[in-house]
Structure formats: structure tokens, C-alpha cells
T-cell receptor, first 108, second 112 residues
Framework: QKEVEQNSGPLSVPEGAIASLNCTYS??????FFWYRQYSGKSPELIMS????GDKEDGRFTAQLNKASQYVSLLIRDSQPSDSATYLC????????FGQGTTLQVKP | EAQVTQNPRYLITVTGKKLTVTCSQN?????MSWYRQDPGLGLRQIYY???????DKGDVPEGYKVSRKEKRNFPLILESPSPNQTSLYFC???????????FGPGTRLTVT
């Protein structure tokens, strides 16, 4: 069983829509959760951190954490073509464990 | 500017020719790590270091070596590269193993 799971996609949304990216994890003891954005051929860039249950908003991005259900999600409001990238979920479990990423395509 | 740097950014080499990819960070981070990224396989950790002179194997250490003689530097050494080591490599640093990591720009290695 994979420790951090993401749907590889691609997830395709029209410009201006809300993109919803999901991630589940297996270690109930995980305390820290991160979302990275990675453009093709570039390095992962940290965009959100979340540590407690609930929502955390930063501009157009909202991270949601539900430790009881062991999932973390990322919502991108008013999606733009420049948001087209692969989004990596990372979960602390002794060390940082990365999911394989979800590819998001935002179509003009 | 806080950053992680890697050199070279691109490298084409031949099987068996030893090479070193350098990694340096200016954030005084204790923890540093090397990953390789291949299509369909995601980020896989090669080696990590908790501090100076403390290194350990990650998930895919075969064919690689590392050293940590200074806090800021964490070079990756391929003593006898093989074509299956063709990949995109990232160095990362953080304040701890389970904390957010900051990535270098990546090194695209091709071994022929």
C-alpha cells in the first residue's frame, strides 16, 4: 500500500473554475502536510503547508486537512492556465513522503 | 536570497565515467537530501543527511555515494554511472527530516 496516494490525472478544468486536488495518506501519526507545485522540468515549489484540521487559505489556494479521514486536499479558485502543472502532496511520516502528483490542466 | 544551488544543471556522460553533482544551501539547514525523479515513479529519495558527517541511505541508494563534510554542501557522487541512472536529480534542504523541504533547480543527467 502506497503511503501517500494521489490520482495522477490529468485533471482538466476550464479557466476560472475551481480545481480540487486530493491526497490520502496511511500514517495516522502524520503531523505536517505540504503541497508543492512542479512545472514540467522544474523543481517542486512549496505553495501550502497545513498542520491542523480544517481549512487554510492563501490567496486563490485553500488547503483542507481531515486527519480522522486521513486526507488532505488543495482547492484552486479561479484557475488560470498558469496553474497548469503537477501538484505533489507531501506528508511527514518520520521523513517527508511524496505522492506521485496530480497533473492539472487549465484550459482557456 | 535563501536558496539551494546545484551544479551542473545538465550533464551528458558515458557509462563508467565518475561524476559529482554538487549541492549547496545558504539557509543553515541541518537536513539535506537527494532525490531522483523518473516518469511514473515520482520523487524517490537516494540519500539523506541529518547533519555534518551523518548520512544514511534513502529508498534507492544503489550506485550512489554522498558526503557531508560541511553543513552547506552535500555532493552526490556516481562512481561508475550506468544508463539506468539517467534521470532528473534534485537536492533539497530543510530544518528537519519531516519539515518542508526547499529544492534546488535540478540536474538532468543522461548516461549513454
Amino acid at each position: 500500500q502506497k503511503e501517500v496516494e494521489q490520482n495522477s490525472g490529468p485533471l482538466s478544468v476550464p479557466e476560472g473554475a475551481i480545481a480540487s486536488l486530493n491526497c490520502t495518506y496511511s500514517d495516522r501519526g502524520s503531523q505536517s502536510f505540504f503541497w508543492y507545485r512542479q512545472y514540467s522540468g522544474k523543481s517542486p515549489e512549496l505553495i501550502m503547508s497545513i498542520y491542523s484540521n480544517g481549512d487554510k487559505e492563501d490567496g486563490r489556494f485553500t488547503a483542507q486537512l481531515n486527519k480522522a479521514s486521513q486526507y488532505v486536499s488543495l482547492l484552486i479558485r479561479d484557475s488560470q492556465p498558469s496553474d497548469s502543472a503537477t501538484y505533489l502532496c507531501a506528508v511527514s511520516s518520520g521523513k517527508l513522503i511524496f505522492g506521485q502528483g496530480t497533473t492539472l490542466q487549465v484550459k482557456p | 536570497e535563501a536558496q539551494v544551488t546545484q551544479n551542473p544543471r545538465y550533464l551528458i556522460t558515458v557509462t563508467g565515467k565518475k561524476l559529482t553533482v554538487t549541492c549547496s544551501q545558504n539557509m543553515n539547514h541541518e537536513y539535506m537530501s537527494w532525490y531522483r525523479q523518473d516518469p511514473g515513479l515520482g520523487l524517490r529519495q537516494i540519500y539523506y543527511s541529518m547533519n555534518v558527517e551523518v548520512t544514511d541511505k534513502g529508498d534507492v541508494p544503489e550506485g550512489y555515494k554522498v558526503s557531508r563534510k560541511e553543513k552547506r554542501n552535500f555532493p552526490l557522487i556516481l562512481e561508475s554511472p550506468s544508463p539506468n541512472q539517467t534521470s532528473l536529480y534534485f537536492c533539497a534542504s530543510s530544518t528537519g527530516a519531516a519539515n518542508k523541504q526547499y529544492f534546488g533547480p535540478g540536474t538532468r543527467l543522461t548516461v549513454t
